[in-house]
């Protein structure tokens, strides 16, 4: 059975202060609920990795980093390598994310030496693509996502979709309070999944876990999350909110 996946992608939000208060709230809200299945993974920034790290110990909350350098180490000024986050205990990072593509050009070519880089460091990628509103409106998404899909994750192999989670963020919909309907949101999903079974076999394609993200809220949660190709959510504003947070969890 596919995982279901709640993850947390908290941006450049939260002081040290902020971050202990919203892990606190959350330890507290999620002890009440039946995990089963589901996992649960929050990404602060940088700074709070660690303490992040110390303070989810022992709950089922696991911790992310935003983002990796694909070098093992050298003169990359203000850049993170997988062993750093490796001695603190973060063994996953969202690779790919459109504000990175878009702020700090991150290119296909570049994301897929950064999975290779998660890869070879046994640590596992949330790899994030989506298509922006000109192509949604030209109806060139589905070009648009499997060329992102095919640029930076076909030269890998079957075997390391075990190490790796998707999640279909439509640039239109993230921050803008605007959704993909639920129609989209599977259409896209069961098309990304044709794609990795095409390429990789249909046992990785009905493996891989598909994650939604763009403004997903606790009002049209359930409704996604009920789509068959919808393994759950990477969320940005609502999960800053322990409530938001735990009632979109709850609806998975
Ligand atoms: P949002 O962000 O939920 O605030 O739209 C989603 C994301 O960027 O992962």
């Known amino acids: ?33 039946p995990l089963k299945n589901t996992r649960v993974i929050i990404a602060p ?17 696991e911790v992310a980093a935003q983002n990796m350098h694909q070098a093992k ?4 000024t203000g850049e993170i390598s997988a062993d750093m986050l490796k001695s603190i205990g973060v063994k996953t990072v969202i690779i790919g994310h459109s504000e990175r593509r878009e702020y700090f050009c991150e290119t ?7 999975l290779d880089a998660v890869l070879a460091n046994d640590m596992e990628a949330i790899f994030c693509f989506g298509e922006k509103l000109e192509e949604r409106k030209k109806e060139d998404h589905l070009l648009e996502v ?27 919909a993230i921050g803008t309070g605007e959704t993909a309907s639920p129609e989209q949101a599977q259409e896209m999903h069961a098309f990304v999944r044709t794609v990795i ?4 076999g249909l046992e990785v394609a009905d493996s891989v876990s598909i994650l939604y993200g763009g403004s997903v809220k ?3 949660a359930e409704e996604i999350f009920s789509k068959p190709d919808v ?12 409530e938001d947070f735990t009632a979109i969890i709850k609806a998975i």
């Open 45 to 61: 920034s940088y700074l709070s990795l660690s303490s992040a790290v110390k303070k989810t110990k022992d709950t089922p909350i």
């Open 73 to 76: 180490s050298g003169a990359y």
């Open 1 to 33: 059975m596919r995982k279901k996946i709640v993850a947390g992608n908290w941006k450049m939000n939260n002081d040290k202060a902020e971050t202990s208060a919203l892990i606190k709230g959350l330890k507290r809200s999620i002890k009440k609920l």
């Open 197 to 200: 079974g095409k390429k990789f």
């Open 231 to 242: 393994d759950g959510g990477l969320i940005g504003g609502a999960a800053l909110q322990v």
């Open 146 to 172: 499997g060329s992102q899909l095919k640029n930076s994750l076909f030269h890998l192999k079957p075997a390391d979709f075990k190490s790796i989670i998707l999640a279909y963020e439509p640039v239109w």
């Open 108 to 114: 296909d070519e570049l994301l897929a030496a950064k």
């Open 218 to 220: 606790p009002a049209n």
